[in-house]
């Protein structure tokens, strides 16, 4: 073992699956398509690539050298290279938000148990009774939560990689056969058209943070997950390619789920603004008119619970890995408190779907209910910020240079050549755009 006997992973096919499986999940399927529903479709579309590849794909490769060159969770990564008190902040801001989105992610993770159950046996309960359902709600998101700490604590993750290598294959796949059905909808068009043809009116400032923080959700960016997971991989890893292979992989399923919703929604007759709904209330109606439809939608729902399985888990290893390093607390202790806390945290979340009215009336930052706003709040501000003081800290307190000698490592001659790109977006681009996008929400200009 070359760090300090923590691990790493077994193979380099192991790391990528294990990036990629935290990478894609509820973000891809459920946010993605709401998001860019409510942001006016394909000028969003646009933004958000553009974000990804200009942002996004530079902080992962921040974040992953950072981790393998301290080997440590964020927290002790900013310790380490600097003697400031002021940066491991940002680390603990990463613990936090690890905690936070964990608690709402949960809940929408539980309404995938639901429609598994509901596929089966068919239930004639609205979407809108069965979240405003106290018990439904509680129970299924207890199960997830539940489910992630027997993943976590039973030490199972690397079971589920190599189950990952099947099922991702097999989510891309029944997404493929599903665009191809709802193409076939009346009205499908009017749903391309919507998705892939922009209409550049509807960006407004808002419509930047919410492309960059989906970008920084879907990724698993800004809290240091990735630094968590660089700190497992091999001095031996080509870390440009498998950051590559992550961004690619995770954009690409987005942009297929994206692909299969749109069509289908005019075609059912659903808002494309309804929010956090959206896929939960168009897939149902395609099965049940779909031949084979219930066969599908019990697969295509276990599939995503699975997708969303390999997300929480790494989103509850941050706070964990934090609590292990530098609190020297048993692994045991540590996911049985921060999993305390999060089913805490996650309570008002459950009941804001229409159980709780007042927790559905809120209107605090344009958000409504409890759980969206639980979602801008740790989503689209908190991982941008992190992601910027990332940026900062790895391109001038810790270096670029020093940076790029980390990512040196394990890479190929054509791939140096390209990292004097990287060294100029982490250095200049990426704080600067996330700084302005930042400012702009506070109607600063
Ligand atoms: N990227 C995950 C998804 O798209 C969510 C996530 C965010 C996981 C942040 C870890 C950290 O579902």
Redesign the pocket.
């Known amino acids: 073992m070359e760090n300090n006997g923590r691990g790493t992973w077994g193979s380099r096919i192991g790391f990528i699956l294990a990036a990629a499986g935290?990478?894609?999940?509820?973000?891809?399927i459920w946010r993605y398509p709401y998001v860019t529903g409510q942001n006016g479709g394909a000028a969003f579309v646009l933004l958000y690539l553009a974000c990804v590849l200009v942002i996004a794909l530079p902080i992962l490769l921040a974040e992953l050298s950072l981790g393998r060159h301290t080997t440590l969770n964020p927290v002790g990564a900013f310790k380490k290279l600097t003697k400031s008190k002021v940066w491991p902040l940002v680390g603990y801001l990463g613990v936090v938000t690890?905690a936070g989105?964990l608690s709402f992610?949960l809940v929408v993770a539980g309404w995938t148990l639901g429609f598994i159950v509901r596929t089966i046996i068919p239930s004639t309960e609205s979407f809108t009774a069965f979240v405003s359902n106290p018990w439904e709600e509680l129970g299924y998101f207890t199960a997830f939560l539940l489910l992630t700490v027997y993943v976590v604590l039973g030490g199972v993750e690397r079971g589920i990689e190599r189950w990952s290598k099947l099922l991702m294959p097999a989510l891309a796949a029944i997404l493929f056969l599903l665009i191809i059905y709802n193409l076939t909808l009346d009205g499908a068009m009017k749903g391309v058209e919507f998705y892939l043809n922009p209409d550049f009116s509807k960006i407004h400032g808002s419509t930047f943070l919410a492309a960059l923080g989906q970008a920084f959700?879907?990724?698993?960016l800004g809290?240091g997950?990735m630094i968590t997971y660089g700190s497992y991989i091999s001095k031996k890893e080509n870390i440009p390619f498998s950051a590559t292979a992550v961004a690619l992989s995770d954009t690409l399923i987005a942009f297929l789920a994206g692909l299969m919703i749109f069509p289908a929604l005019f075609a059912v007759g659903v808002e494309p603004t309804q929010g956090p709904s959206l896929v939960f209330e168009v897939l149902p109606r395609v099965f049940s008119t779909m031949p084979g439809g219930t066969l599908l939608g019990v697969l295509f729902f276990i599939l995503l619970a699975i997708a969303?399985l390999t997300?929480t888990v790494?989103?509850l290893e941050v706070p964990v890995a934090f609590l292990v390093d530098e609190k020297q607390w048993t692994r045991k202790k540590s996911v049985l408190v921060v999993s305390a806390l999060v089913f805490v945290l996650g309570v008002p979340s459950a009941l804001s779907q229409g159980y709780v009215p007042a927790l559905g009336e809120l209107n605090i930052f344009g958000q409504q209910d409890f759980l969206s706003l639980m979602s801008f709040l740790f989503s689209d501000l908190s991982l941008p910020l992190g992601g910027m003081f990332i940026c900062i800290f790895v391109a001038w307190v810790w270096g670029s240079r020093n940076a790029l000698e980390e990512i040196k490592m394990g890479t190929t001659e054509r791939t140096i050549s390209l990292l004097g790109i990287w060294e100029f977006l982490i250095r200049y681009v990426c704080p600067v755009v996330i700084a302005i996008i930042l400012l702009n929400v506070f109607g600063v200009f």
């Open positions: 935290s990478a894609i999940g509820l973000g891809n690890g989105i992610y959700f879907s990724l698993s809290m997950t969303a997300s790494s989103l």
